[in-house]
């Protein structure tokens, strides 16, 4: 029998490696996890790998996943995000970024209505991205808008992400999804109070258009109609939650009939794009299902062979402030961003860090809260920040990955700034949760 300390050396050095060569990782994890569980104890203990696989396909709570994917999907093909954009024009062009602070608007009305970072980001690059150059946006400006907008759609409900760390941590999904409410409203808003600030020290970096049309508020308030079917979903999503008639899971069945109901209204509903989407959905929710498999099998391991016990007494036993512990997890997050994605970071990090946040007397919930910044922030740094390659799909031409990188500087130090705000004042996180659902605190 091999000691186990040097099994968990073998683990974690050869995740390293194999994540360097650029390996798939749930099967990095899979394999990581298989070899180790033979060495340790032999080919008959793989029947545990097999049995936290079944647990985790026959789960309920990751039913929604492929339900909220499917949402966002169909919403992103029914023209509606079209809509919200020349809403968006009329409202917002004849200001100094207005373009700009229209664009985090519609990103932050997307996360709402679908869950997921990619649609998001790809509409925008696609619709607001060429008005904004077509008007002499500096490019960095409006790249970094899109991009650090895009993000939104890991905290407010109802987040994909959100839900894999809520089963990941064995919390209340409607109460994550409560937490994650204000924190989006208030990095949205600082987004756009950015924005206006920088454009009007320096009016050239976004100017004001001669040629924007001047409307009556009266016809401006009729174009606001296209906020009507959004708003439905959103209302149909999370009203039935916390009005106590859905669980999250059910949630995501209503939210995809009112994306049906929404694409329809706008006669784009067809078989043809439900079976796009239907394709889509599947290949995002393997992807998801795969790395989740990977990751339970390695932390398993990684559990039994007392790493989480050995890591959580060391953390105990260090004479330091608490919040040096956390603020060296959260760094640990923010390395780790560089190089996996969201749902790796989750599966990997959450059964091992929040043993140590909970011996250390913070709240879970609000812990949930600071891990999705850390996941926001992860979404717009290089290398493998997503955002960053959803965006380079649809750049124009004369446009490179360099702008982009320029571009999300200052929106990934505001998430930062606003990570520091929550750290020091939890109290901006968990009363919206402590009030809506008191019962699950």
């Known amino acids: 029998m091999i000691e186990s300390s040097l099994v968990l050396v073998f683990m974690f050095t050869a995740l390293v490696a194999f994540m360097l060569s650029g390996a798939g990782l749930a099967f990095v994890l899979g394999a990581i996890a298989f070899i180790s569980t033979i060495l340790l104890w032999g080919p008959s203990a793989l029947i545990v790998a097999v049995l936290n696989t079944f647990e985790t396909m026959t789960s309920e709570a990751l039913m929604a996943i492929p339900l909220y994917v499917l949402m966002a999907s169909i919403l992103e093909k029914s023209g509606i995000i079209e809509a919200l954009y020349e809403a968006m024009e009329i409202w917002f062009s004849r200001l100094n970024g207005g373009l700009a602070v229209g664009t985090i608007a519609i990103c932050t009305i997307l996360a709402a209505m679908t869950g997921v970072v990619g649609a998001a980001v790809a509409a925008m690059g696609i619709l607001a991205l060429p008005s904004m150059l077509a008007r002499g946006y500096h490019p960095p400006l409006a790249l970094g808008a899109i991009c650090a907008g ?6 407010i409900p109802p987040s994909v992400v959100t839900i894999v760390y809520a089963i990941t941590a064995q919390m209340s999904i409607g109460q994550m999804f409560a937490a994650g409410i204000v924190p989006g409203l208030i990095l949205a808003g600082s987004y756009s109070a950015y924005v206006l600030i920088r454009t009007w020290l320096n009016p050239a970096l976004a100017p004001k258009p001669a040629d924007a049309p001047q409307l009556p508020l009266g016809e401006k308030l009729a174009r606001l109609k296209s906020l009507v079917l959004p708003g439905i979903v959103v209302l149909g999503v999370l009203g039935s939650i916390y009005a106590g008639l859905a669980t999250p899971t059910e949630a995501a069945a209503v939210g995809v009939l009112g994306a049906a109901a929404s694409a329809l209204v706008t006669r784009k509903l067809s078989l043809p794009m439900l ?8 290949r995002v929710t393997a992807m998801i299902l795969w790395i989740t498999i990977g990751a339970r099998a390695f932390v398993s391991v990684f559990a039994a062979t007392g790493g989480a016990d050995s890591l959580l007494g060391f953390v105990e036993g ?7 512990v956390l603020g060296t997890m959260v760094l ?6 560089l ?3 969201e749902i790796g970071t989750i599966l990997l990090c959450v059964p091992v860090f929040l043993p140590i946040v909970k011996a250390l007397g913070f709240d879970p919930l609000w812990f949930g809260v600071l891990f999705m910044i850390t996941a ?7 290398p493998f920040g997503y955002t960053l390659f959803y965006l380079k799909g649809v750049l124009p ?8 990188y320029r ?17 020091l004042f939890p109290g901006l996180v968990t009363w919206l949760p402590e009030t809506l659902l008191p019962s699950l605190k």
């Not at 260090?318 to 040096?324: G, Q």
């Not at 640990?332 to 961003?337: D, E, N, S, T």
């Not at 031409?397 to 982009?404: E, K, S």
């Open 275 to 282: 079976s796009e989407a239907a394709r889509d959905t599947l």
């Open 376 to 382: 926001q922030m992860a979404y717009i740094t290089p």
């Open 318 to 324: 260090l004479e330091t402030s608490r919040w040096v």
């Open 332 to 337: 640990v997050l923010i390395f780790l961003g």
């Open 407 to 423: 571009g999300i500087v200052p929106f990934f130090l505001i998430q930062l700034g606003v990570l520091v705000l929550f750290a």
């Open 397 to 404: 031409p004369g446009l490179g990955i360099g702008q982009v």
């Open 150 to 155: 895009g993000t939104l759609g890991i905290l």
């Open 339 to 341: 190089f996996l994605d």
